[in-house]
């Protein structure tokens, strides 16, 4: 018998009334193993025990933390001896029916352990508590008289006694006595009177961000926003389960069409969650979303502090927080009574995990629990993903279209330099994007450089052997930072100085190659002497806050330049922006991935869109070395559409997702026979059972195209089926389920459903 959130009471006579609680309780534990294991509860945490709490419990040769599934009146038959709960962590459950089911789902579709699924939702230590400060007021008779008692003679205590007075509720000791420029000694002395009490209080910390000045009659909607925004309302009214595809290109003003669905959410008595891809485009949406909707407006991801990550994940939990906005894994978050999902740049590749499991997919998550929650999803992009299409094309979602920007702005115009032949002559910037940045500057217009690679340079070679200076544990070059003064590897982070001289052929003909960011603002300056050049990317941008030092600047005019990587591409809109160079367009096209075709043309598209969303009109300049590529010239004609039809029949013919679906095993081990012996017990273990299966292709083992990553080899063995349902008797085999638990010292084995690193 599995009990739910309230224990039942048993009645076992009319004059007895005592309450027996069940005395087994299921636990799930984050670990890579899908079984759950009984445990006894003691009797001094009878009946305090729930589903959806935190305990610790035996596991092994240690107490570990594990999540309480449900609870049993009897244990199971089959096992001899059952262990007992050590620890009760929370007295209350950190998840609600809804949020449970949507967990058991995320295990039971990336085959992940439940316990691993209920660690992603509540990323918090034990030892994670709400703040507490001192706090003053007065005493409740000091309040009742109102007027301060004649015997205070002492001016700094009738001002402390005036000030309180004037507060209706408790206020930080600590800010109140540095505000009146007091000592500790005067609150005391009140405290002995009885006219003042100090006493500890919770307080939650507030994530800081800039509000923006909007209101909404600011905004007069588009046709194409009003025809969109009407569909939406309309499924919101009539409580329709419905997913939108919202295909609106650059500028055309999807965010506003987010806001007033909200809004009407909220005015449905619904709540809303908002998933957004980067981290860098958190304060500039919740400033708006603030400035509109109020402080019901919540946010969650990892660049929070963990206590201001854990205050607003309880300020969800208890209702304060109607409408959530973050990252990722903000598609757990604990809101109530849901009615809609928005998944903004739903194509981007970071709303997929990776590492630590599960390997969910945040835009899929948010789909299934909107579903789920029986409300509306919004996927919004300029450039959908091919899956995300292909679903809408299948009838599984509904095509919403914005193609024209918001006031009749006009697309930028896009000019192609083909760098063949000459990258060596002009190096990084072109003679005619160089006359492009002159202008700007002359004209007091902003530039954004895009190039998808940090560092200065890309590697270091010698040009008399060909030795490259690659990272002892990754098999990739070292890329060479000149602000750090070291060869840096983006993987492992390992570090080196540069070498002087060749460490191969020990001659001097060692040389930089290649170009990151570092060097293309070196470039800026050399040839535009004073301009204000910014850069953003990962080097510069860690730690708390970071982003918005960079951004803020160039927001509000005091930066002419911005160089910056992928971040750059993200959803951000600065009206000043008329002019968005694209150093390296087609790198991501030497990527072994199938899916390069779609990154480049997602990303070209993206980066391109930055340009001309204010008064005036806005220019890109592309260069590339590759200029006929499909992926490369749809992008700059911004057709979506024509480069959709052309990458679903290339994926057709490759029979490759969305046409297919693909899980895909990756075995890490630090001895390189190991990995590769594995590989192939794992590979002849799927094999046998494919033969039984219908309808499934595996693919042998092979090397990864990343070999060595952080002094593991890695291998990898793909499996691809045209409907999923013919996988789970595969991976749900006892066989593969051990390899997967496998803890041999030095291997790993993932198991990655639905993968899109490939590398």
Request: net charge positive; aromatic share 8%; charged share 25%.
């Amino acid at each position: 018998m599995n009990w739910d959130y309230r224990c039942r009471i048993r009645r076992h006579s009319a004059v007895s009334t005592e309450p027996k609680f069940p005395g087994y309780a299921e636990i799930a534990f984050p670990i890579p193993l899908r079984k759950n294991f009984t445990y006894s509860i003691p009797d001094i945490l009878a009946g305090r025990i729930l589903p959806g709490c935190r305990v610790y419990a035996p596991l092994g040769k240690r107490n570990a933390l594990g999540y309480v599934v449900c609870l049993k009146d009897r244990p199971p038959e089959d096992v001899a001896e059952i262990k007992s709960i050590c620890q009760l962590v929370e007295e209350q459950p950190l998840f609600d029916q809804e949020l449970m089911k949507l967990l058991l789902w995320v295990a039971d579709y990336y085959l992940c352990s439940l316990g691993e699924a209920m660690a992603a939702a509540y990323p918090f230590s034990p030892k994670m508590k709400p703040r507490q400060i001192h706090a003053i007021e007065c005493s409740p008779q000091l309040r009742l008289a109102k007027e301060i008692p004649l015997e205070i003679r002492s001016e700094k205590q009738r001002k402390v006694l005036e000030s309180l007075l004037s507060h209706k509720t408790p206020v930080s000791l600590q800010e109140f006595i540095s505000q009146l420029e007091i000592s500790a000694s005067v609150v005391k002395s009140l405290e002995r009177k009885g006219l003042v009490i100090v006493r500890r209080i919770e307080e939650a910390r507030e994530p800081q961000f800039e509000v923006l000045s909007e209101s909404p009659q600011d905004f007069n909607l588009t046709g194409e926003q009003e025809t969109v925004l009407s569909e939406i309302l309309i499924a919101l009214s009539q409580g329709k389960r419905e997913t939108f595809l919202l295909h609106g290109v650059t500028g055309s003003g999807k965010t506003e069409v987010y806001l007033r669905a909200i809004a009407a959410a909220l005015e449905r008595g619904k709540s809303a969650l908002v998933l957004i891809p980067e981290i860098a485009l958190t304060p500039q949406t919740m400033g708006r979303f603030r400035a509109r909707l109020g402080d019901q407006v919540g946010i969650l991801h990892s660049g929070l502090g963990q206590g201001e990550r854990f205050d607003e994940w309880q300020r969800a939990r208890r209702g304060e927080r109607r409408v959530v906005v973050g990252t990722r894994s903000a598609v757990f978050a604990p809101v109530q009574n849901l009615g809609l999902v928005i998944v903004d740049e739903e194509h981007e590749s970071s709303y997929k995990q990776h590492d630590p499991s599960p390997r969910y997919s945040g835009r899929d998550v948010a789909v299934y629990r909107a579903w789920m929650s029986g409300g509306v999803a919004i996927l919004g992009s300029a450039t959908p993903s091919v899956e995300s299409f292909y679903n809408a094309r299948c009838g599984k979602y509904h095509v919403l279209s914005m193609p024209r920007r918001v006031a009749e702005r006009p697309l930028p115009t896009v000019h192609v330099i083909d760098m063949r032949g000459r990258m060596q002559s002009e190096q990084i910037l072109s003679s005619e994007l160089q006359c492009a940045l002159q202008e700007r500057r002359e004209r007091n217009e902003q530039t954004i450089l895009f190039l998808n690679r940090r560092g200065f340079a890309t590697s270091m070679a010698c040009r008399n052997c060909g030795y490259v200076v690659s990272c002892s544990r990754c098999s990739v070059a070292l890329v060479y930072h000149k602000s750090m003064g070291q060869l840096l590897c983006h993987h492992c982070d390992y570090r080196q100085s540069p070498p002087n001289r060749c460490p191969s052929c020990h001659e001097n003909f060692i040389q930089q190659q290649g170009f990151g960011t570092e060097r293309v603002v070196q470039a800026v300056a050399e040839c535009l002497p004073g301009v204000r050049v910014a850069r953003l990317d990962q080097d510069v941008t860690r730690g708390k806050s970071r982003h918005e030092s960079v951004l803020t600047p160039f927001r509000v005019g005091k930066v002419d330049i911005l160089v910056g990587t992928q971040m750059v591409a993200k959803g951000l809109d600065f009206p000043g922006v008329t002019l968005v160079g694209m150093i390296n367009a087609d790198y991501a096209l030497s990527l072994p991935d199938f899916r390069a075709g779609e990154r480049t043309f997602c990303l070209l598209t993206q980066v391109a869109g930055r340009s001309g969303r204010g008064d005036v009109p806005g220019e890109v300049f592309v260069q590339t070395c590759c200029p006929d590529n499909y992926a490369v010239a749809l992008a700059l004609k911004q057709d979506y559409l024509a480069f959709y039809e052309k990458e679903i029949r290339f994926r057709r013919v490759l029979t490759m997702p969305p046409i297919t679906r693909l899980v895909l095993w990756r075995i890490e081990a630090r001895v390189e026979s190991q990995a590769r012996g594995v590989a192939w017990d794992l590979y002849r273990m799927v094999e046998a059972l494919v033969r039984k299966a219908k309808g499934v292709s595996l693919f042998p083992p092979v090397e990864a195209p990343l070999y060595r990553l952080r002094d593991h080899y890695r291998w990898q063995v793909a499996m691809k089926a045209t409907d999923y349902r013919a996988f789970r008797p595969i991976l749900e085999s006892d066989d593969i389920q051990k390899l997967l638990a496998t803890r041999r010292e030095g291997l790993r084995v993932v198991q990655d459903v639905d993968p899109l690193d490939m590398l």
